[in-house]
């Protein structure tokens, strides 16, 4: 069984555009996280939420917004999509909001913007 | 900062040699986690480490921790072909985020 599933896999479309990506875990963790990896492989947290509270948001432009509809679910959207938004996006999970224990991961979203 | 920063940034080795591969930080920690990247997947957790634990081994990993140092040091033994991956660490203080380095890729060969 998949522990931690993104969708979709692979996302292609046009400067302007809004575009969601949506991600399930299915461990019972109480926070999932948000990363983007660039083209150096610079891996870089944009967002965590602990039980639907939002605990981590660094500097990422307003036009990205993530939803936690539950514990299991956190989805990203990002309204007017911009070149530099081109990379993998990673979303995670892990017990409790600190980094006490490992992060599990996703297969991961390749965003490309033309 | 509370980032790792692994060295050497790239390694490349023969099957069967080992590897050794070494990240630094600059704050106080909790624990140091390290991660292994196969091309185009996401992060998956090889070993946890204590700041009070020295050391610690999984199968052929072995991780050691020197905070007096401020570096950790991950040993992959008997490499294989299917060990070819980047490796990234990840120092954790007293925030609630991982912060992650740029990895060391490691290519093994056949």
């Known amino acids: 069984d998949t522990a931690v599933s993104q969708t979709p896999k692979y996302l292609v479309t046009q400067m302007g555009n809004d575009k969601s990506i949506k991600c399930e875990q299915n461990l019972g963790h109480d926070t999932m996280y948000w990363y983007k990896q660039d083209s150096k492989k610079f891996l870089k947290i944009m967002f965590s939420y602990n039980n639907k509270e939002l605990i981590i948001n660094e500097t990422v432009p307003n036009r990205f917004s993530p939803k936690s509809p539950d514990k299991a679910h956190l989805n990203l959207h990002i309204n007017s999509l911009e070149l530099g938004d081109s990379a993998v996006y990673f979303c995670?999970?892990?017990?409790?909001?600190?980094?006490?224990?490992?992060?599990?991961f996703g297969p991961g979203t390749r965003l490309t913007v033309l | 900062s509370q980032q790792g920063e692994e060295d050497p940034q790239a390694l490349s080795i023969q099957e069967g040699e080992n590897a050794t591969m070494n990240c630094s930080y600059k704050?106080?920690?909790?624990?140091l986690q390290w991660y292994r990247q196969n091309s185009g997947r996401g992060l998956v957790h090889l070993i946890l480490i204590r700041s009070n634990e020295r050391e610690k081994h999984s199968g052929r990993l072995r991780v050691t921790l020197d905070t007096s140092k401020k570096s950790s040091s991950l040993l992959i033994t008997a490499s294989r072909a299917a060990d070819t991956a980047s490796y990234f660490c990840?120092?954790?203080?007293?925030?609630?985020?991982?912060?992650f380095g740029t990895g060391t890729r490691l290519q093994v060969f056949p």
């Open positions: 704050t106080s920690i909790n624990n």
């Open positions: 995670a999970s892990s017990q409790g909001r600190a980094s006490y224990n490992e992060q599990f």
């Open positions: 990840a120092p954790w203080g007293n925030t609630d985020k991982l912060i």
